[in-house]
């Protein structure tokens, strides 16, 4: 195909990948097994292997025809699996083995390695895996994000009522308070507090659990939405197109109940149809957050999926919680869904149809701007 790319070649480069491409599916390593680590440490986040959802990624890569999809560990051994396999490119479904910052390792040694992936880089996997990097930045372009404050053991014993940095940010407020890890999963210890008083025990319970900074902001008290937002080449009814804003869906409420402040993880309490819905087209806030999500995407300057968590304040103003740079995957079933998956239908898509948007919207991004660095990929084009 020679030097040049444009998009109307992307159908024809697909069928040769089709054939030729070697992609590994990367799933959070276990440090317990031998040789996974050097010697065993600490996970801040929380670990999970998303091993099951990796599997329905390469399943879904192998029923669309990819005949080459490996499913391997993100540990120590990484490296040489990548090598034996002949990988080509790999897809990213880990948020790390242990240490800190977990889930900008795995795409820091890609970039060592010189591995195209799917996935955010290692920067943006950072910010956007630490909640108070990611609101730092929000607030610095201008996105609604809830005041915060962060606070780590090393700094002592928190007390609100003699610390001035939670004075000036919340002495006139009255309010509940929610304390939780600023590197988190699956809404898992977090906690909801009436008085500033014991946000001493809910911070040092963090610490306790976590070995890491505890973030610290008003509770909101309104309705709960995510938005899930990704790249501009998507694939439906057996058509390629890319439109130019990034691809923004399965705009959601959290239902919560009558006993949840937040909503529960999905650890604790599967995800079905009945925990969310689709929020309709009439309701303005819909819109209002596509475009939150579209414009984060474009000042990020992000490549591939991410969830965005939201919530109204008092006054019904959405303000944005989080990010989650590593959305659930998981394929539909009859009684399960993830918030990711669950407005695909919506959309006129199948799960299939969005594994081929991902990798394919990838795909177009390197053979567009990196299609000199990326020689043992273009070369599958020529032979």
């Not at 996974?36 to 390469?58: F, L």
């Not at 948020?95 to 195209?116: F, K, R, S, W």
């Not at 002495?171 to 906690?191: C, D």
Request: charge should be neutral; proline fraction near 5%; hydrophobic fraction near 40%.
């Amino acid at each position: 195909m020679g030097l040049a790319y444009d998009f109307s070649q992307l159908p024809q480069c697909i069928d040769i990948f089709r054939e030729k491409l070697r992609i590994a599916v990367v799933h959070g390593g276990d440090k317990t097994v031998e040789n996974a680590v050097i010697y065993q440490t600490h996970n801040p986040r929380s670990t999970k292997t998303y091993e099951v959802v990796a599997n329905d990624i390469a399943n879904s890569l192998r029923d669309l025809g990819f005949k080459h999809v490996f499913v391997i560990p993100d540990d120590a051994t990484l490296g040489d699996r990548l090598r034996t396999n002949n990988i080509h490119i790999a897809w990213l479904n880990t948020g790390g083995v242990q240490g800190y910052n977990p889930v900008c390792h795995t795409p820091a040694i890609m970039e060592m390695l010189g591995v195209p992936y799917v996935g955010h880089n290692p920067l943006n996997s950072s910010i956007l895996d630490n909640k108070h990097s990611f609101k730092r930045e929000l607030q610095g372009l201008g996105f609604p994000t809830a005041p915060f404050m962060i606070w780590h053991p090393a700094q002592g014993e928190f007390m609100a009522g003699k610390n001035t940095r939670f004075q000036q940010l919340f002495g006139n407020y009255t309010g509940s308070f929610l304390a939780k890890p600023v590197s988190g999963r699956a809404s898992l210890n977090i906690h909801f507090v009436d008085n500033p008083k014991d946000l001493t025990e809910a911070i040092a319970d963090i610490h306790h659990v976590t070995h890491n900074t505890a973030l610290i902001e008003p509770f909101l008290p309104g309705r709960e939405f995510c938005v899930s937002v990704c790249g501009y080449v998507r694939h439906k009814n057996g058509v390629f197109t890319k439109p130019e804003e990034p691809f923004t869906f399965s705009i959601l409420e959290r239902l919560l109940g009558a006993d949840e402040k937040i909503f529960t993880s999905m650890d604790k309490k599967a995800i079905t149809g009945k925990r969310v819905q689709l929020v309709d087209d009439s309701e303005p806030v819909k819109n209002e957050l596509a475009k939150l999500a579209a414009r984060i995407y474009r000042e990020f300057s992000l490549n591939t999926l991410i969830r965005i968590d939201a919530r109204m304040d008092e006054y019904g103003n959405i303000q944005i919680l989080e990010a989650n740079p590593k959305p659930d995957l998981k394929r539909p079933a009859a009684n399960v869904t993830s918030l990711t998956a669950q407005g695909l239908s919506e959309q006129g898509m199948t799960y299939e149809d969005f594994i081929l948007s991902l990798i394919s919207d990838r795909l177009d991004y390197l053979l567009t701007n990196h299609r000199r660095i990326i020689s043992h990929i273009t070369a599958l084009l020529e032979n």
